[in-house]
């Protein structure tokens, strides 16, 4: 069975940043298991999986634009201190936040002054030409009850969740 559109993938990824760091990796781990084509995947990578089957392994370059976009200089801003108040606030904590158009973004503070609070609303990983190392390691039809919720539920469809 190769993967096309609503089937359940489960695979293990490392992914790295152009400079062979590492960012994040499911080997040794948990794999990922997903439906594809809900999005649930940056397009890069969603784009590469279409007709991969199981027991391929493979790498992949995706660029920034593929990935998580490209940096917003407008979204990193100083805001007053004052806005903070009450709050502990510290280079390097994560918070939500509602944007200027009202949807919440992931912000993260690089810096605090005496008076101001430097934000970053791009994703962390905005603006990075990422590499891939991907092993699919199953393919199969998506359970009634996935394709209802619209996600998966483990290898096998029968992991237990409250929802
Ligand atoms: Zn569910």
């Known amino acids: 069975m190769t993967i096309e559109n609503m089937k359940v993938v489960a695979m293990h990824y490392s992914v790295s940043d ?3 760091n590492e960012l994040d990796s499911s080997f040794g781990a ?3 298991v997903f439906i594809h084509g809900t999005g649930s ?3 890069g990578l969603e784009q590469a999986l279409t007709g991969r089957s ?8 995706v660029l920034a634009a593929d990935a998580y976009g490209e940096r917003h200089d407008e979204l990193t801003q100083a805001v007053p201190k004052a806005m903070f108040e009450g709050m502990d606030v510290a280079a390097g904590m994560r918070f939500r936040a509602a944007g200027d158009d009202g949807r919440e973004q992931s912000v993260i503070i690089l810096d605090v002054t005496d008076d101001e609070v430097i934000v ?5 990983l905005a ?13 199969r039809d998506a359970t009634a ?19």
């Open 54 to 61: 199981a027991g391929e392994r493979f790498s992949l370059e």
């Open 145 to 163: 009850d996935e394709l209802a919720h619209g996600h998966a539920h483990g290898i096998d469809g029968h992991a237990g969740h409250d929802h």
């Open 18 to 20: 152009k400079n062979g």
């Open 41 to 43: 995947l940056i397009y």
């Open 127 to 139: 603006g990075l030409d990422l590499s891939f190392d991907i092993e699919i390691l199953l393919v």
């Open 30 to 32: 948990e794999p990922l």
């Open 120 to 124: 970053d609303g791009n994703h962390p």
